[in-house]
């Protein structure tokens, strides 16, 4: 079974503190994304990388930056937190193969910035 | 500009009647599809898909129906049980990335 496990469920940090939010996963996925949910707004993709050191910008990524050293590992960095960076963020994985395609999510980060 | 649509931001049902949640496309180049849960503080779980050549995909209680030519898909759950209670997010495939709807929040009453 595919696991993406995410460092924190629940994050509590000051306005203009860096955040870094951790994600591995263990099946050797090639893609793998970070999504911010947010109530009436569905899941919005922050950024996103189809391999190690090669990173993609979503549709929000201001405010934000990612780093993939591994394959395993993805990071996304709050450079200086915000109130409106409150959020549920959620990361994922998959294969790049159509046949078997699907993401697999962590459990997700409740980041609340005061 | 949303491509793909989920009019509902939510939908009451009784538990053992039909559940029945809507998703729209505006992508005719989509060619495939996803149905993900996800409960409140957890991430959002695999539930089931379609392939554009097909228009039925069914396992279990839960059944997927594809209309192209409406670029229309509902996701049926029947009979529907409290567990159902959750959002639930239709997805299309697009060079590898999903794009998501914005999820409607199905509860079962008892």
């Known amino acids: 079974d595919v696991k993406v496990t995410q460092s924190s469920r629940y994050l509590v940090k000051r306005t203009g503190e860096k955040v870094f939010l951790e994600c591995v996963q263990d099946?050797?996925?090639?893609?793998m994304f970070w999504y911010r949910q947010d109530p009436g707004l569905g899941l919005r993709l922050i950024y996103f990388?189809?391999?190690?050191?090669?990173?993609e910008k979503g549709d929000i990524p201001e405010g934000y930056s990612v780093s993939r050293e591994k394959k395993e590992r993805f990071s996304l960095i709050l450079e200086s937190a915000s109130t409106n960076q409150t959020s549920m963020y959620l990361c994922?994985?998959?294969?790049?193969?159509?046949?078997?395609?699907?993401?697999?999510f962590g459990s997700g980060t409740r980041l609340t910035v005061v | 500009d949303q491509q793909v649509k989920q009019n509902s931001p939510s939908l009451s049902v009784q538990e053992g009647r039909i559940s029945i949640l809507n998703c729209d496309y505006t992508?005719?180049?989509?060619?495939?599809f996803l149905w993900y849960k996800k409960y409140p503080a957890e991430g959002p779980t695999f539930l089931i898909s379609?392939?554009?050549i097909k228009d039925k995909n069914e396992d279990g209680r839960f059944t997927v129906f594809l209309n192209k030519s409406a670029k229309h898909l509902s996701l049926h759950i029947v009979p529907s049980q409290p567990g159902d209670s959750a959002v639930y997010f239709c997805?299309?495939?697009?060079?590898?990335?999903?794009?998501w709807g914005a999820g409607t929040k199905l509860i079962i009453k008892p």
């Open positions: 994922a994985s998959s294969l790049s193969d159509r046949e078997n395609y699907g993401y697999t």
């Open positions: 099946m050797d996925h090639e893609n």
């Open positions: 992508n005719s180049m989509f060619d495939y």
């Open positions: 379609i392939s554009s």
């Open positions: 990388s189809y391999d190690v050191k090669m990173k």
């Open positions: 997805a299309a495939l697009s060079n590898y990335q999903l794009i």
